[in-house]
């Protein structure tokens, strides 16, 4: 069974790029691939979504290959409070099912 | 304008006992969504509702059962509770859910003892 995977974890510094990656080889093929964001005991916040190449909004940006098996979340320059679990979501399954990424704990130091 | 509302917080049942946990979407949201989330499985996809018609569904027991009202407003309906099942239970609300992101709620913590 296909699943949708990302690191488990990932450490930085104040003010570096931090790239994500979500590999996704059962996508839907003509559905959106979506980033969340999620703080403990909230529920996911939406960061970005696309469907192929390149998209940026004034928090970060998401690379999709021509493939799109995979995607890549680039969030610029981190601060503390980018201390969070990231996920991306996707359609699977011919696009009946909604499924999460394994989630990536990204903690921000000084 | 306010965001998915998810009642109630916090719920303590106990085994055998069903219950039903409560979405309301942002206004003008037709498609509503479940989550359950818990440390070892993750977030997993229970079951999608768009114009009061179940779309798609997760790989959950037919112990979990879901509706959504001419209002856009959801419930999720648990049965027959087993210890396993606690968990965050997430929804998340969008205008049609194929093209949008998902806006969520903060959740319904719901714990089988």
């Known amino acids: 069974l296909a699943k949708t995977t990302q690191p488990i974890s990932m450490d930085s510094y104040e003010g570096q790029e931090v790239n994500i990656t979500c590999s996704h080889n059962?996508?839907?093929?003509?559905?959106?691939i979506t980033w969340y964001q999620q703080f403990p005991s909230q529920g996911p916040r939406f960061i970005i979504q696309g469907y192929k190449t390149k998209v940026t909004n004034e928090v970060a940006s998401l690379f999709i290959p021509a493939d799109r098996k995979s995607s890549t979340l680039s969030l610029p320059r981190v601060s503390l409070s980018d201390t969070a679990v990231y996920y991306c979501?996707?359609?699977?399954?011919?696009?009946?099912?909604?499924?999460f990424g394994t989630g990536t704990q990204l903690k921000v130091e000084l | 304008k306010a965001g998915v509302t998810q009642t109630p917080r916090y719920l303590i049942k106990t085994r055998g006992q069903q219950v039903t946990l409560s979405c309301s979407p942002i206004s003008g949201h037709r498609s509503v969504s479940w989550y359950q989330q818990t440390p070892g499985q993750g977030l997993q996809f229970l079951f999608e509702y768009f114009s009061e018609t179940q779309r798609n569904k997760g790989n959950f027991p037919g112990r979990f059962s879901g509706r959504q009202f001419s209002n856009s407003r959801s419930e999720m309906n648990v049965s027959t509770l087993e210890l396993g099942d606690s968990a965050l239970y997430l929804c998340?609300?969008?205008?049609?859910?194929?093209?949008?992101?998902?806006?969520f709620g903060s959740g319904t913590r719901l714990t089988v003892v």
């Open positions: 059962n996508i839907a093929t003509n559905d959106y």
């Open positions: 998340a609300s969008s205008f049609q859910g194929d093209l949008d992101g998902y806006t």
């Open positions: 979501l996707v359609r699977t399954g011919g696009g009946n099912k909604l499924t």
